[in-house]
């Protein structure tokens, strides 16, 4: 590491090839996703050349490592429990017309039955949530709009759908994953 503090690259590229397996193992182990482990695996080695200068001797490299590892793993972690609602936009609705029936749009939209499940309790949540709250998420998540174009579309300014997102995503959450869930 201090060969890469003097500009060496190749010293880093050793580093990684040395610490991303480990670096990678802890990450699937704390995270679980594939995804997740990945796109945080290539954050942890962009922090630590980034933060290189940061590291000092003797302190074992090692350790540093695990500290940005682990500290992006906790991000992750909290992002996602202050999300659960981020599984819609894993449902892969593109495309996919949500109108009708849950269980037939669930059908039309994958082959995988857990899948199906889990897109109809969203679709059957949603039907609940009050319009205006229906309206925001449907254009912002559905839709992936962003929300200055929501605001040209519904009249509605920005701050105001942003709260009725938040205050929609925090009731669809406890209808479809648990008061504990929403509470946080």
Not at 8 to 15: H, I, N, P
């Amino acid at each position: 590491m201090r060969r890469t503090q003097q500009g060496d690259k190749q010293a880093f590229s050793l580093l990684y090839e040395r610490y991303s397996n480990s670096v990678l193992s802890y990450l699937y182990r704390m995270l679980g996703n594939v995804e997740d482990v990945e796109s945080i695996g290539q954050e942890v080695f962009l922090r630590a050349f980034r933060f290189a200068p940061t590291y000092r001797y003797p302190q074992k490299f090692s350790t540093w490592l695990f500290t940005i590892t682990r500290n992006l793993a906790i991000n992750q972690s909290r992002r996602r429990k202050r999300s659960p609602i981020r599984n819609i936009t894993e449902l892969n609705l593109d495309g996919v017309d949500i109108s009708g029936d849950p269980y037939q749009v669930a059908a039309r939209a994958t082959d995988d039955l857990e899948k199906q499940e889990e897109i109809a309790r969203v679709l059957k949540a949603l039907e609940h949530l009050p319009t205006d709250q229906k309206e925001v998420i449907v254009l912002g998540v559905f839709q992936d709009l962003s929300y200055a174009e929501m605001e040209e579309i519904t009249g509605t300014k920005a701050v105001t759908l942003r709260s009725r997102m938040f205050h929609g995503l925090k009731r669809l959450a406890r209808s479809i994953g648990g008061e504990e869930d929403a509470k946080e």
